[in-house]
C-alpha cells in the first residue's frame, strides 16, 4: 500500500530517530531520500534529506541540493544552517555561497559575551549554560560552538561566575559576576 505524499504513519518517525540516536548515517540517508523521493516538492523532507547527506560526509552534493530549496525559501533557517555546517565541515566560510542575505553566526568572541551578559541581566534564579545556549539559538544565529564550548569559553572571564559539573551543560550554572 502506498503512502500519502504528505503523511508518514509512526514507524517511520521511530526509524528516522532511531538511525539518528544510533549515527546510522547510511540508514538515515536512506529513509530520508526514500521520504524525499514520495514528496519531492515538501522543503521539510527536502532539508531533512540535505541534513542526511551532510550527516554522510556528501557536502558539496548537499549544498548543491539544498540551494534551490534556500533560494525559494531563504529564511529557511534549518536550511541556511545545514549549508553552513556543509561549509564549514569543507574548511570554508559563509562567504563562500551566494547568500541572498549573509546569515547571522555567532562565534566564541566578545560579541557573543555581550549577548551573553545581556540575557543574564534578564535573569534572577539560576540559569544553566544549556539554557543560555538555547537562547542564543532562539536568535536564528547559527552557533559555531558547543555548550560546554560556550561555559569554558565565559569561564574564562570574570564578569561570568560559573558553578557546577562541567561535564553536563545542564549542571552548570551561570550569573553575572557581582564586580
Not at 551532510?54 to 548537499?62: D, G, T
Not at 560579541?111 to 537562547?135: D, H, V, W
Request: hydrophobic share 35%; aromatic share 14%.
Amino acid at each position: 500500500m502506498e503512502k500519502p505524499n504528505e503523511l508518514f504513519d509512526f514507524e517511520d518517525w521511530e526509524a528516522d530517530a532511531s538511525f539518528y540516536e544510533n549515527e546510522d548515517w547510511v540508514g538515515l540517508l536512506k529513509i530520508r531520500k526514500e521520504r524525499y523521493e514520495l514528496s519531492p516538492h515538501d522543503e521539510y523532507a527536502q532539508y531533512r534529506y540535505g541534513e542526511a547527506l551532510v550527516f554522510n560526509e556528501k557536502y558539496q552534493e548537499a549544498i548543491e541540493f539544498l540551494s534551490p530549496v534556500y533560494l525559494e525559501n531563504p529564511e529557511f533557517i534549518d536550511v541556511i544552517h545545514t549549508i553552513l555546517d556543509a561549509l564549514f565541515k569543507q574548511g570554508k566560510t559563509e562567504n563562500d555561497f551566494k547568500w541572498v542575505k549573509l546569515p547571522y553566526i555567532l562565534g566564541l568572541d566578545e560579541n557573543t559575551k555581550q549577548i551573553c551578559i545581556e540575557e543574564l541581566r534578564k535573569k534572577r534564579k539560576k540559569f544553566s549554560i544549556a539554557e543560555l545556549y538555547g537562547q542564543l539559538l532562539i536568535t536564528g544565529a547559527y552557533l559555531r560552538f558547543k555548550e560546554i564550548e560556550l561555559a569554558e569559553y565565559l569561564k574564562m572571564d570574570n564578569r561570568f561566575c560559573l558553578e557546577g559539573n562541567i561535564k553536563s551543560s545542564w549542571d552548570i550554572d551561570i550569573k553575572l559576576s557581582k564586580i
